[in-house]
């Protein structure tokens, strides 16, 4: 039997995709948590809507926009809580929820974690650049070149071997969330974990995932829609997780620490 993991959908202002994606969801996942980020376009009474009369999801509601590593930390929290049964979650599974993930691979990355007691892997991430697909989008070359750079740096730095750094298609074991207390709200929230994960020597895997761009134009917010300063804003988040982790950790938090990441799992 399938560790019982809570799979969670940071959602903001997706009014378009959200039903037709938990539609999917919810064929490969029992237990599904989806984080509504302040959403002002209709998602909202979508949500309440299928939550009342279909009630095959839980929805957390954020009164404003903070933002998605915000959503995230509200399902990180959530998966640490009991179930309504009194039992606990093996992990978290996070995707999406603009149509750009596969739900049918779900079960995948859980399988990947391995023993919820004894987990053979603590993240797994996906990987939309270690191995190509048929039908695979052609990124927007600005987006592809930020991913690359900042990839290279935190591999550089943290002594990783990951090949996308961004990718929000993830499990996490149960361990994983206790070591990684995460407080960045925005869109560079998988920056500081990287760091943690390397600070506690978690075990990192790659499963590769298709490429989807259903909208390439798709905004991140204010400045950061110009490329050269969302790199920017990426390296200060990087260097402010690792400073702060240091803190935390002492020397072996510092960069250049190698942690117990795994090779990226090319062939899974």
Known sequence: MMSRFLTALPVYNEKEHVDAVLDQVVRHATDVLVVDDGSIDGTSDLLAARQAE??????????????YGAALTTAFATALGPRTDGGHWAGLVT????????????SAF?????????PAVDIVSGSRYLRQFPGDSQPPEGR????????????????????????GFKAYSRRALLALPVIETGYAMPLEVWVLAAAAGLVIEELPVPLVYLDASRSFGGSLDDGATRLAHYRLVLDRAARAAAGRDGERAKLGYGGRAANPKVDA
Do not use: K, M, W, Y
């Not at 279909?54 to 933002?67: A, F, L, P, S, W």
């Open 54 to 67: 279909q009630g095959d999801i839980v929805v957390i509601r954020h009164e404003t926009n903070r933002g």
């Open 144 to 167: 592809r070149q930020i991913n690359r750079q900042i990839t290279d740096e935190i591999n550089r730095r943290l002594g990783l071997s990951l090949t996308d750094a961004f990718c």
């Open 95 to 106: 995707i999406d929820c603009d149509g750009q993930h596969q739900p049918q691979l779900i």
């Open 110 to 118: 859980i399988t990947a974690v391995g023993d919820p007691d004894q």
